[in-house]
């Protein structure tokens, strides 16, 4: 069943918590091909300034990354699915790295280095093994990331086209539970647009405070009430709050 569209967001009475790839920017074959965008970004200054600080990307890249893609317009991130976050004051807050993690991705390089559609994207606490460009090498990238996963205690994060062993720790719905903690967050009703099975914490989470998940692209079994169809979806609804 495809959830309604959403309604303009009223900026007076909300909390926003938005995805980045698959929700603000188009998903690419490789994750360095997403750009930075002037419309997105005139877009994000507009509503922080709206919202008085209360919006926040929660996203599985890196923070260096989401700066980069966003021209540095979100003062407040959770990056690397909740395992790093950086607050409304500028503080950033790390997991430590699992010791697990250098033996994962030495396996990942050595599995990629036989077809070049293979990609490993190393994040600090997590690493990930994209296979958008190798279609073909689905299942085996996917069986050795669970066995990855069950010999070195790391978590393993399915994805859409990757497989990502990350440090076992917060996910994006903990980030948003945080943020919902601490001004100017506290006190308002969270929202939250995300496009893949990593969002659903997120869902879940602003549904358990009393507000909404959107979810973008094809319609699943999910804790969002809502449905958009894709990234210009989202930035047309988002161009309509108020």
């Known amino acids: ?13 909300v909390s926003l918590f938005l995805d980045l790839d698959g929700t603000l920017a188009p998903i690419a074959p490789r994750p360095q091909d997403v750009r930075p965008d002037l ?14 600080g209360r919006l926040a990307v929660v996203s599985g890249r890196t923070l260096e990354d989401i700066d980069r893609i966003l021209d540095g317009s979100i003062p407040c991130v959770s990056a690397v699915h909740g395992l790093v976050r950086r607050d409304a004051d500028g503080e950033v807050r790390r997991v430590e790295p699992h010791p697990g993690l250098a033996p994962a991705a030495q396996a990942l390089r050595a599995f990629a280095g036989r077809d ?13 093994l994209h296979f958008r460009l190798a279609r073909a090498r689905a299942a ?3 069986l050795l990331a669970r066995r ?6 790391l978590t393993l994060q399915e994805g859409d086209m990757v497989e990502e062993l990350r440090t076992p720790g917060p996910s994006k719905g903990d980030a948003i539970r945080d943020f919902m903690r601490q001004a100017p967050f506290a006190g308002s009703v969270p929202v939250f647009a ?13 549904a358990r405070q009393g507000g909404f ?4 692209g094809r319609p699943r079994e999910t ?8 990234v210009e979806d989202v930035l047309a609804w988002l161009e309509s709050a108020r």
């Open 140 to 142: 085996e990238s996917r």
């Open 148 to 153: 990855l996963a069950a010999e070195t205690g």
């Open 194 to 206: 995300g496009d893949d099975a990593t969002d659903e914490h997120g869902f879940a989470e602003v």
């Open 116 to 128: 070049p559609g293979l990609m490993v994207e190393e994040k600090g606490a997590s690493v990930a």
């Open 223 to 230: 804790h969002a009430l809502f449905g958009l169809r894709n």
């Open 39 to 52: 419309r997105r970004t005139r877009l994000l200054v507009r509503l922080g300034r709206a919202l008085e």
């Open 213 to 216: 998940g959107v979810l973008v």
């Open 1 to 13: 069943m495809t959830p309604p569209a959403p309604k303009p967001l009223r900026l007076s009475e």
